[in-house]
């Protein structure tokens, strides 16, 4: 049994990429051939935004929006602790400082807290409040109604994190769909997901796309060897558009599958575990299932004992960012944010993908099931 099975998938649509990808080759258009463009306008379309501008990777989609908001040293960018390291490493690329917040049962960022921060960093007057980076966390958009109201209290500017969240829903709009800016991975492992490093970021102010495709490409201006501004090198490769553009077409039907295995774990096994609770105006991509155990030597025997049944568990994530060693410098300690070091202890994640068979979804359950007993 494999965590994520790309092979199911390349069965599907298998020939069509091996189509696309031969005719790029065969057309030398390596960087910004035409199938970016054709797939920056198949996922403005898809998302309802008006510009989508595609990029190397995740971690190039949110910092180009942060070098293009031109931030310094001294403005606080406040970021859940409970996600992966780009989401605040990209602020720190960008030359800001990371403000970390704790999260809630949702494992997204708790909004009570970020309050508790802000105001904070206010009082302290230190660092200078500028962004919130939300994290739609495993697929679950987080609570845009109550980010927004906090942005608009304290003039901060939203940038989504949907790496794991594309294709998730939050009161009828699709996840990349909220913010001033959003941003998106297309890493293999992710919904949506290519065959190597990939993203995109996501806009409906258009002088602010224009500031964003220039950082794409080194600051270029309009003459391509008189750079405006500070950028980097962050095009995606155009065999990657390739491989995302098929895997689109079939991507409503993949999280459709996706929440029927969620659903049929969550029957199984909500009477041993604590399971995922996605509320009814919310629509998850389900990038992981994650359960929670009582403790952490619970957590390490479920999966020594999963292992035995070659069954594949994952960590996300066995140390939130406050925590971390590269982070050290900016004084947190354990116990500053009890909600993500908690989940950091029991959290676990097993097998999800669109192909997992009824019989597989069971099989994992029974044998979760009978490490408890």
Not at 27 to 54: N, V
Not at 146 to 171: P, R
Not at 190 to 217: H, M
Not at 297 to 319: D, F, G, T
Request: glycine content about 6%; hydrophobic content about 40%.
């Amino acid at each position: 049994m494999k965590f994520i099975d790309l092979d199911r998938q390349y069965d599907v649509i298998g020939k069509e990429i091996e189509e696309r990808m031969h005719r790029v080759v065969e057309s030398k258009q390596f960087i910004m051939g035409p199938e970016i463009k054709e797939l920056e306008t198949a996922l403005a379309e898809y998302t309802g935004r008006k510009h989508a501008i595609t990029c190397a990777s995740g971690t190039d989609a949110l910092v180009i929006p942060l070098m293009a908001l031109e931030l310094k040293k001294e403005d606080a960018v406040f970021v859940p602790a409970f996600t992966f390291f780009a989401s605040a490493e990209s602020v720190v690329l960008a030359g800001a400082t990371p403000v970390f917040v704790d999260c809630d049962s949702s494992y997204n960022i708790d909004t009570d807290n970020l309050i508790y921060q802000i105001e904070r960093v206010l009082k302290e007057g230190k660092l200078v409040p500028k962004g919130i980076i939300p994290v739609d966390l495993f697929g679950q958009p987080a609570d845009y109604d109550k980010l927004n109201e906090i942005a608009q209290k304290y003039n901060l500017f939203i940038l989504e994190d949907a790496a794991q969240g594309f294709g998730g829903i939050y009161k009828g709009k699709k996840a990349c769909s909220f913010g001033n800016v959003s941003a998106t991975s297309f890493f293999p492992a992710k919904p949506l997901g290519c065959y190597g490093d990939g993203g995109a970021i996501f806009t409906d102010d258009d002088e602010f796309a224009e500031k964003l495709r220039s950082v794409r490409v080194h600051g270029m201006g309009s003459d391509r060897y008189d750079n405006i501004r500070i950028g980097m090198n962050g095009r995606m490769d155009t065999l990657q558009a390739a491989v995302v553009l098929p895997k689109l077409k079939i991507f409503d039907e993949e999280v459709e599958r996706r929440n029927a295995v969620a659903k049929r774990y969550t029957e199984n096994l909500k009477n041993d575990f604590v399971v995922p609770v996605i509320p009814e105006n919310k629509v998850s991509s389900w990038a992981q299932f994650s359960l929670l155990a009582e403790n952490k030597n619970q957590r390490e025997e479920i999966i020594e004992k999963l292992k035995e049944k070659e069954i594949p568990v994952m960590v996300y994530y066995p140390v939130p960012m406050h925590l971390q060693t590269a982070f050290r410098y900016l004084g947190y300690k354990k116990g500053d944010l009890p909600g993500c070091e908690d989940y950091a202890d029991r959290i676990f994640s097993i097998p999800m993908h669109p192909y997992l068979t009824e019989d597989e979804i069971d099989f994992v359950s029974e044998a979760l099931i009978t490490v408890l007993k």
